[in-house]
């Protein structure tokens, strides 16, 4: 029962070390889960939006990914966050935060 519940505590010890140590994790901790989502796509489109496509392949995944994220929806997105959440200043420095990673 004891070895048991000192795997558990090191498990969750070590997620949260893993969290620590990613700033992506960081800024979604903690915010309603409609801003991690948003948060997630204001990152992963700043990403693929810097990549390079130097061939016809490289072409495609860069637009598969921003299509999948939703990279065309993202300033609406994002405007719709900003006045829903006008009051939480947490979510207001996620989101900027978010906006200028590039990860």
């Known amino acids: 029962m004891i070895r048991s519940l000192l795997c558990?505590?090191?498990f969750i010890t070590s997620a949260q070390a893993v969290a620590d140590n990613d700033p992506?994790?960081?800024l979604k901790k903690g915010q309603p889960k409609d801003v991690a989502a948003l948060i997630e796509r204001l990152?992963?489109?700043?990403h693929w939006s810097g990549e390079e496509p130097y061939d016809a392949e490289r072409k495609r995944?860069?637009?598969?990914?921003?299509?999948?994220?939703k990279c065309d929806r993202l300033a609406a997105d994002e405007s719709?966050?900003?006045k829903r959440y006008a009051k939480n200043p947490s979510?207001?420095?996620a989101l900027k935060d978010?906006?200028?990673m590039n990860y």
């Open 43 to 46: 990152v992963g489109c700043n």
């Open 8 to 10: 558990a505590l090191l």
């Open 24 to 26: 992506l994790a960081g």
């Open 91 to 93: 979510v207001l420095k």
């Open 98 to 100: 978010a906006k200028e």
């Open 61 to 69: 995944e860069i637009s598969a990914a921003m299509a999948e994220l």
């Open 80 to 82: 719709a966050a900003l």
